[in-house]
């Protein structure tokens, strides 16, 4: 993989691992990666919020967001999807191609996405796409979701 983000993550991220590996029971290590990925995950929602990206980097966000989740749940043993959902969502909203698009992702969030707070709302929606630098405003507010 030639992604520096991802690359500099695994590196620093690795090391931390490994020494908590050596000094923590395996369920200890577990509770400690569940939170870090939830700390990691509420992190990069809030730092998505207050950048902007062309489609380009929104597809690149949304494969690092992967990346990173998948290197998570290895070194954890443990399925991160659940604190990973809403930044997937908005890694999703981010790559789009079409405004429309949004509508798919708004409407494909599941009934339990809902019920355990990780879907979008509707304005949640609209103001990640407003971080597009590629998508007019008047595209944005004109969308039905």
Do not use: C, P
């Not at 990666?33 to 380009?56: C, G, H, P, T, Y």
């Not at 290197?71 to 930044?87: A, G, P």
């Not at 969502?89 to 809902?114: N, Y």
């Amino acid at each position: 993989n030639d992604n520096l983000f991802q690359k500099r993550f695994v590196l620093k991220f690795g090391l931390l691992v490994r020494q908590l590996k050596q000094r923590l029971t395996a369920g200890n290590l577990a509770a400690v990666l569940d939170i870090a990925a939830s700390s990691l995950a509420v992190d990069w929602e809030r730092a998505i919020r207050q950048s902007k990206f062309n489609m380009l980097g929104g597809i690149m966000f949304e494969k690092d967001v992967r990346e990173i989740q998948r290197y998570l749940e290895s070194e954890s043993d443990t399925i991160l999807r659940k604190k990973f959902l809403r930044l997937i969502h908005s890694a999703s909203v981010l790559a789009v191609e079409d405004v429309a698009d949004a509508r798919h992702i708004f409407d494909g969030q599941s009934v339990a996405d809902v019920s355990s707070q990780a879907a979008l709302s509707k304005s949640e929606v609209k103001a990640i796409l407003a971080n597009r630098i590629d998508i007019s405003e008047k595209d944005i507010s004109d969308i039905v979701i």
